[in-house]
C-alpha cells in the first residue's frame, strides 16, 4: 500500500523579534492544522514563550538550514528575523533554492526621521564610537556583542542596557549598567534618561515598535542620537 501524500503544511519562522513572536500567533491561531516552528539562535537566555513550536541554536550554515527545510518538509520559510542579522538572512535564500521552497522576508522598515529628530547618522559602529563627544553621557543601546568596540572611549560615561546580565564584565572604563528590556513608552524611557544624565543615545536603525520609545523621548527632550543606518 502506497504511503498518503504529506499534506500538511509546516511554516519555518526565522525569528528572535517581538515581530517573529506575533506572526508565531497568528499563524498558530489562523492554521491550527499547520505546524508552525520558529527557531532562535538562543543568544537570549530566557526568551518569550512562543506560539507553536520552538527550536533553538545555528544550523550549521546554509546547507544545514536546507538539510531542516528538508528533514521536517519545510512548506514556507518566513525570514523575521533583525534587520542587522544578515548572515541568517543570507543564509536563507540560498537555503530556500537549494530545498526548492519559497521564502518570504518580514524584516521590519528603518525609522524615518521626524523633523524634531536630532540624528546624527553614520554608516557603522565605528563611526558612531568616533561621532561621540568626550565628555558624553551616553546609553549604549545596543547588543551585548557590540559593547567591547566602545571600551577606547575612556572619556565617555556609558549607560548600557541588557536583556541579560554579561557573562564577564564589561570592558569600558566608565560604566552603568541596566539589566532589562527596552521601555515601551517615552515617558518610560525619559525616565531613564534623566535619572542617568544622559546626553546622547547610540543606536542602530532597527525599524519596528519595540525599540522606537527610546527615539521617542530624544526627540521629545531634543537629544542628540548618533544612529547607525542599515
Ligand atoms: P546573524 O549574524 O545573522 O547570524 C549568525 C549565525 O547565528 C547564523 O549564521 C546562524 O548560525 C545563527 N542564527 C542567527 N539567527 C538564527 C535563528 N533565528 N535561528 C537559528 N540560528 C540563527 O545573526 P545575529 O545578528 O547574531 O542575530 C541572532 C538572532 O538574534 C536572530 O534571530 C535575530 O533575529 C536576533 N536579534 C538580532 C539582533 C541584532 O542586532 N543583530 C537584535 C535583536 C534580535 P548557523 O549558520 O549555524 O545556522
Known amino acids: 500500500m502506497q504511503a498518503e501524500p504529506q499534506t500538511r503544511e509546516t ?4 525569528g528572535g523579534t517581538r515581530e517573529a513572536a506575533e506572526l508565531a ?3 498558530v491561531a489562523r492554521h491550527p492544522q499547520a505546524r508552525i516552528i520558529t527557531s532562535l539562535a538562543g543568544r537570549t537566555k530566557e526568551p518569550a514563550p512562543l506560539a507553536g513550536e520552538v527550536r533553538v541554536g545555528g544550523f550549521g550554515g546554509p546547507e544545514g538550514l536546507a538539510r531542516f527545510l ?3 518538509t519545510v512548506t514556507r520559510l518566513i525570514d523575521a528575523t533583525h534587520p542587522f542579522a544578515r548572515q541568517i538572512s543570507t543564509n536563507a535564500v540560498t537555503a530556500a533554492k537549494i530545498a526548492g521552497i519559497p521564502l518570504e522576508v518580514k524584516t521590519r522598515e528603518p525609522w524615518r526621521r521626524q523633523p524634531d529628530d536630532h540624528w546624527i547618522e553614520v554608516g557603522s559602529l565605528e563611526q558612531a564610537r568616533d561621532a561621540i563627544p568626550a565628555g558624553a553621557r551616553v546609553l549604549l543601546a545596543l547588543g551585548s556583542q557590540h559593547i567591547d568596540l566602545f571600551k577606547t572611549r575612556d572619556d565617555v560615561h556609558f549607560v548600557v542596557r541588557m536583556v541579560d546580565p554579561p557573562q564577564t564584565p564589561l570592558a569600558l572604563a566608565d ?3 541596566v539589566i532589562g528590556r527596552p521601555g515601551d513608552t517615552a515617558a518610560t524611557e525619559t525616565m531613564l534618561l534623566i535619572a542617568h544624565a544622559i546626553t546622547h543615545i547610540v543606536c542602530r536603525n532597527s525599524g519596528g515598535k519595540a525599540a522606537y520609545a527610546k527615539i521617542e523621548a530624544a526627540r521629545q527632550m531634543g537629544m542628540p542620537v548618533i544612529i547607525v543606518s542599515r
Open 11 to 14: 511554516i519555518l519562522i526565522l
Open 25 to 27: 500567533k497568528q499563524l
Open 70 to 72: 528538508i528533514d521536517n
Open 175 to 177: 560604566h552603568a549598567l
